[in-house]
C-alpha cells in the first residue's frame, strides 16, 4: 500500500538548470524508454501494469517480493531496491502508504537518490503530507533530478481501468514529459502548481470522501431502520440532491451494488487505515494554515476509532458496518 526543508526552489534558469530542463524534457521524446516503478500495492499493481499494456518496458521493486509476481509474468524486470531502480531509468514512479515510506524510499541507505541519473524525472502519486513533497524536490535538485508529486483518486477499480485522476504538482516546463506516462494510467491529468499542491488537492478531496462516505452510511442506516428497502433508498438519492459518488459508485451498503468492497465483506478498495491516515494530513494542513474543518475532524475520529476496533485493513466504506455495530454497544 513509503526534513529537508520548508519549499520549493524553481529550477534557475542558467546553465545548469538549462541543460537538465533540457535533459528532463527530452524524456517525452523518449517513447517507450524504460519506467522504474517502486511501490506494486494494491493501486501501484495495476498502474505498472497499465503502462507495460502501453509498450513500456518496466523495471520495478516493492518491500513485498510476492506482490511482483504479476507484473513479473507480464514481462517486468524486478530487482531488490530502489536505488537498483534509479541505476537503470531516468523515468521513476513510486507508489508508497504514507510519508515515512517515501521519505525512506528516496533517501534512505538503498534509496534512489543515491545513484538517481542527472535529469532524471521522479514522480510520487502517493498521498503524503505536501511538506515532504517538498522536501523531496529539494533533495532531488541536489542530485540533478527533477521531483513532482502526483497523487491519484479513483481507487483501485480506476487504476485497473486505466481512469485514474492525477492531480501534478512541479515545475509547469516539465508537466507534459509527467503527463505522457500519467495518461497511460489515467483520463484526467491536471497540473496543480508548485511541488505539494497535488497533495494539497488530493487531501481536500479525501476529505470530503470521508465526509461524504460518513453521511452516506448514516442516511443509508436511518433509512433502513426507518424500514425502506435499501435498494429503493439509494436509488430515490441517486435521482435526487443528495446525490454523491459514495451513494451512486460506491455504496457502503451491502447488497446495494455489485463489484465495490461493501459486496465483498468490504475487502479490497481504499484502506480505512489508509482514509485515517489522509484524514490526519488534512487535519495537520489545517492546523498549519488555521483553517476550521469541523466536519473534517469529526471524520478523522471516526475513521480513527474504526482503526481501533479491527476496522484498519477493511474498506473505508465499512464505515456503514461500524455505525450498524455501535446501534449495539
Partial sequence: MAALVRSL??????YNGYVRHRIVSSRSMASKATVG??????????MAQNLIKHGYPIIATDVFPESCKAIQDLGAQIVDSPVEVAERADRVITMLPSSPNVIEVFTGVNGILKKVKKGSLLIDSSTIDPVVSKEMAKAAEKSGALFMDAPVSGGVGAARAGNLTFMVGGLEKEFNAAKELLSCMGTNVVYCGGVGTGQAAKICNNMLLAISMIGTAETMNLGIRLGLDPKLLAKILN?????????????????VMDGVPSANDYQGGFATA???KDLGLAQNSATNTKTPALLGSLSHQVYRMMC????????FSSVFLFLREEENV
Fill in 308 to 315: 481501533a476496533r479491527g476496522y484498519t485493513q477493511k474498506d
Fill in 37 to 46: 516503478f517502486v511501490g506494486l500495492g494494491n493501486m501501484g499493481n495495476p
Fill in 9 to 14: 526552489v524553481s529550477f534557475p534558469l542558467k
Fill in 239 to 255: 435521482m435526487s440532491s443528495g446525490r454523491c459518488w459514495s451513494s451512486d459508485t460506491y455504496n457502503p451498503v451491502p447488497g
Fill in 274 to 276: 489508509l482514509m485515517a
